[in-house]
């Protein structure tokens, strides 16, 4: 791979509600810079933009908010419903999302000559971001722990959590890739201290 210089890009991902975003503080909490490709992805489809609008066009305009933002729940009914039409979602917006990370890292690389990089996204393998990154962190748990999550965090039902989970790559496949592996049920001060030795061991490498 990949990052051009001394700098470490690391593809921090997971399945759905297993705990990524909370590694991504903890990463950022040790000094690591955090790309967050969720953020990135709302920036790129933000009113008028041309993901927006190719959205817009592929989707119809019942997916539009009074703002003219997106209404990510209306479109979410549509997609994780029909694989084919989330695909056609994620062509649109991956590409878009792609560019901004590596102006982001270049960025950082330029500020930071040694810094460790953790790009958090959830759909890494599947957008092939796994073929421009350094080093693979998969954070993992069992399906019942995510649907658990999903039903707390965003008032799922069970089969809307099963859904989005099954959108996804299996997480024993991501574990499968991973260079590291993290147990996203460990107790935070026992999983703090795990990412906080990773965070080390990558630095050395960077």
């Not at 419903?81 to 792609?98: D, G, T």
């Not at 957008?127 to 008032?155: F, S």
């Not at 859904?163 to 574990?175: G, H, T, V």
């Amino acid at each position: 791979m990949l990052s051009s210089g001394p700098m470490i890009l690391v593809g921090l991902t997971g399945g759905v509600a297993t705990g990524k975003s909370t590694v991504a503080k903890m990463f950022e909490q040790c000094g690591a810079h955090i790309i967050d490709a969720d953020l990135l992805a709302r920036q790129v489809v933000a009113p008028g933009k041309p993901a927006w609008r190719a959205i817009v066009k592929a989707f119809g305009t019942q997916i539009i908010n009074a703002d003219r933002t997106l209404n990510r729940a209306a479109l979410g009914e549509i997609v994780f419903r029909n694989k084919v039409k989330l695909r056609r979602l994620e062509r649109l917006i991956h590409p878009p999302v792609a560019r901004k990370q590596e102006r982001l890292a270049k960025t950082f690389a330029r500020t930071h000559p040694r810094a460790v990089i953790v790009y958090e996204v959830p759909l890494l393998f599947e957008a092939g971001v796994d073929r421009r990154v350094d080093r693979i962190v998969v954070v993992a748990a069992d399906r019942e722990t995510q649907i658990a999550r999903l039903k707390k965090r965003d008032g799922f039902t069970r089969t809307e959590a099963l859904r989005r989970i099954k959108s996804q790559i299996p997480i024993e496949q991501k574990a499968a890739a991973a260079d590291y592996l993290l147990d996203g049920r460990t107790p935070r001060p026992r999983l703090a201290t795990q990412v906080r030795r990773l965070y080390h061991e990558l630095r050395e490498l960077a």
